[in-house]
């Protein structure tokens, strides 16, 4: 869990030094979690391992605490909740994190969305992450990647992430809604 924590203390640096004032009123509620509905396609190499969807348990909705931004959604298994600004896992071993930003309303001058995701299997991380416009570094989400604040929804079609570790790639497909 300890590389899980480092690997989005580092994407949360990133997004923090690419971040400007993202006072353009069209703010999302902060720090809210809520019901939340929705599952995740997967496709690529790592299905063997990582199976091929992911369930929605938890959310937590414009966090600037945890992800240095209010224009992040972080989506969360059912064993991973968020209390007092911190994750708490009831189960280590299985589980993933899902941390989605879009600054396509405002909020950073040079990327328009980010996704950093590290999926648990068995106690092995899986870290990947992409951003909008490629910037040198992952890759590219692609254009069917959205957070709507308004209509409190993520959608992912096509959306693809890389491994950070072995640069294999998932696609990702479905829609997330919350209240």
Do not use: R
Request: hydrophobic letters at 35%.
């Amino acid at each position: 869990m300890k590389k899980m924590q480092l690997f989005f203390l580092s994407i949360f640096t990133l997004i923090m030094f690419t971040n400007c004032n993202s006072d353009d009123g069209d703010e999302p509620e902060n720090g809210k979690s809520g019901k939340v509905e929705g599952t995740i396609q997967l496709s690529g190499e790592e299905t063997g391992v990582l199976g091929t969807s992911l369930t929605v348990g938890n959310i937590e909705v414009g966090n600037a605490s945890l992800t240095g931004t209010d224009k992040s959604v972080i989506l969360l298994s059912d064993n991973i909740t968020v209390v007092d600004n911190e994750l708490v896992y009831s189960n280590d071993l299985n589980g993933f994190v899902i941390v989605a930003a879009d600054f396509s309303t405002g909020g950073s001058p040079d990327i328009d969305k980010t996704i950093s995701m590290t999926i648990v299997k068995n106690g092995e991380e899986y870290p990947h992450a992409c951003s909008s416009p490629y910037q040198g570094f992952f890759m590219a989400c692609g254009d069917g990647f959205e957070v709507d604040f308004e209509a409190k929804k993520v959608t992912f079609e096509g959306t693809t992430v890389i491994n950070t570790d072995d640069d294999k790639i998932l696609t990702m497909d479905g829609v997330i809604t919350w209240e």
